[in-house]
């Protein structure tokens, strides 16, 4: 990239684009003709009912795994045609939380959040230990540091997993369902950190997740995803009082509906008592 | 169903490709060496994880097959009324044969399944997805490091095998068989060649990269559930122990 295209990169108002996106996975289309963007210095939230491709398209937009047609443009960079050096020169510019922590097994809590400092600075151990205990602190376990990840609780797992999501003062922070399995104090707590998180150090915020109220709450924006394509976007509030039936289900939890609660699957009746017609 | 010469043809080509597979990983993995050096602290861990995990099992093994062969030795060599010679004949099973061989086995069985199931489960758990997202290559700051370990660890497992084993024939020959014990040691001293021990050195450290290798390839590879963790180790015991024993045969074949 030259300096040219990094400076007019850096003025545009989406660092994520995402054009006529096409993928599949296991023989199903999870996304066809997919567009859409997330603003610089907002927190977006991906929603959709579990199984839609929520995960998947976070690991579409962090390259992970490559779409079949279709760009994903990330601070103007088309991220599937990247090598493996400039990716990873991305990807240290991101930061992400896993749907499960990730949490390296072998190593201890103050470790696990001190990895990506050891593995990508020169700090000395002092230094580190100062910034590791600052995040663990911010997500209230400084005094979980010595723990061994099979110490921790699913809850603590994923603090300590954002802990190590911003160690690096990233500029985009990807968060895959953080507020799941969280007690309503960390809930908060955590709510809080996304927001301060983005609007103090100026960041851009992805949130994966189906919990409407969180994101209503946190949320500048927000995608509904569902069956491959956008149902509807624009500020969480107003997708509340959208007349679209589709976004009325899933925001008040209806299983009745346009979105399907059940995975695609043969007729019902026909798959249980088919082999009794003759 | 298909028909069988289909059937054969598609078995061929897929071991075809597996091989090339493995090539193309072992490849990688020599190449990343010289700079996974550099970060020696991480290899150290490792030769200490895949060395102490079978270390109590390699010496007990060579006590039990240094004795064996002091017994079969004796037997065999009473024959022809030259026992004196036992010595000589266990330590040159052991240096070029049964330590390489056997420590490889047990190595593969205890060192090799633990890095295989390792793997698996941090793949599993998506601990090398994460270390891709911080931009960590995880072939170099989590596979290399066990792969250097293992080869590192199995010469030194097959020397300590071996002199067990020795001490162990010794055990039951001169103490309980009654050679004579001056015999025992001076004959093995004057027979045993420089050429014998680099031949069993030469071989563990092939069976080292060999076993280190697969156990590193099958966990990397595992599928991400428990029963694909389950047959990563299972696969790495079955390969591992018959590459041992092919490489041994062509080694053997070529340095005899
Ligand atoms: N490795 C895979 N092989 C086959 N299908 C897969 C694979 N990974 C995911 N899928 C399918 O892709 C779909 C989307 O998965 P994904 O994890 O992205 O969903 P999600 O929206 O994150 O759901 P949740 O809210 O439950 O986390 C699922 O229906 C799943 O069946
Ligand atoms: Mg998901």
């Not at chain 1, 209230?140 to 603590?156: C, F, T, V």
């Not at chain 1, 994101?215 to 995608?223: E, F, L, N, Q, R």
Request: hydrophobic share 50%; aromatic share 6%; proline share 4%.
């Amino acid at each position: 990239m030259t300096q040219a295209q990094r400076l007019d990169a850096a003025h545009d108002p989406c660092i994520v684009r995402i054009r006529g996106l096409r993928y599949g996975i296991g023989g199903r289309t999870l996304f066809d003709d997919l567009d859409l963007e997330v603003a610089r210095g907002e927190v977006t939230a991906f929603m959709g009912p579990s199984g839609t491709g929520k995960t998947t398209l976070l690991r579409l937009i962090t390259g992970q795994v490559r779409p079949d047609a279709g760009e994903v443009l990330v601070d103007g960079q088309d991220v599937a045609g990247l090598g493996r050096a400039g990716l990873y020169a991305l990807r240290r510019r991101m930061g992400m939380l896993f749907q499960n922590g990730a949490l390296l097994t072998d190593l201890d809590v103050h470790e696990n959040v001190a990895f990506p400092l050891r593995e990508h600075t020169r700090l000395p151990d002092s230094l580190i230990r100062s910034i590791v205990l600052t995040k663990l602190h911010a997500v209230g376990l400084r005094g979980a540091a010595g723990l061994m990840p099979y110490e921790l609780s699913g809850g603590m797992a994923r603090r300590v997993a954002l802990a190590r999501a911003i160690v690096m003062d990233p500029e985009i922070l990807i968060y895959d369902e953080p507020f799941v399995g969280l007690d309503p104090i960390s809930l908060g707590v955590v709510l809080r950190l996304i927001r301060e998180l983005n609007d103090a150090l100026g960041i851009t915020s992805i949130v994966v997740s189906h919990d409407v109220r969180e994101i209503t709450a946190v949320a500048d924006s927000a995608y509904l995803l569902s069956g491959g394509r956008v149902l509807a976007s624009g500020k969480p509030s107003g997708l509340a009082d959208s007349d679209s039936a589709e976004v009325q289900q899933f925001m008040r939890g209806l299983p009745d509906g346009p979105v399907p609660f059940h995975y695609p699957a043969p007729d019902y009746a026909e798959q249980l008592f088919g082999h009794l017609s003759p | 169903m298909k028909p069988l010469i289909r059937e054969l043809a598609d078995r061929a080509l897929e071991s075809t490709l597996a091989i090339g597979r493995y090539a193309l990983f072992t490849g990688r993995l020599l190449a990343e060496t010289p700079r996974a050096l550099l970060r020696f602290r991480l290899v150290v861990g490792q030769v200490h994880n895949a060395g102490a995990l079978s270390l109590v099992i390699i010496m007990l093994s060579g006590l039990f097959v240094g004795m064996v062969l002091g017994l079969q030795g004796f037997d065999l060599l009473e024959r022809f009324g030259s026992e004196d010679s036992l010595g000589t004949a266990a330590a040159l099973g052991l240096v070029k044969e049964l330590g390489p061989v056997v420590t490889a086995l047990l190595f593969a069985g205890r060192a090799g399944t633990a890095l295989a199931s390792e793997l698996g489960l941090m793949r599993a758990t998506d601990q090398l997805s994460a270390m891709e997202m911080m931009a960590v290559d995880p072939v170099r700051r989590v596979v290399m490091p066990r792969f250097l370990g293992g080869i590192i660890a199995m010469p030194l497992l097959a020397a300590i095998f071996s002199m067990i084993g020795i001490f162990g024939a010794q055990l039951v020959g001169v103490q309980m068989m009654g050679v004579d014990p001056g015999q025992f040691w001076s004959q093995m001293r004057g027979a045993v060649e420089h050429d014998d021990i680099m031949e069993g050195v030469i071989k563990s450290c092939v069976f080292g990269v060999a076993c280190s290798a697969i156990a590193v390839y099958e966990g990397f590879h595992a599928m991400p559930t428990a029963e694909g963790v389950g047959r990563a180790t299972t696969r790495t015991v079955v390969i591992s122990s018959v590459v041992v024993l092919l490489l041994d045969y062509m080694l053997t074949a070529v340095m005899l």
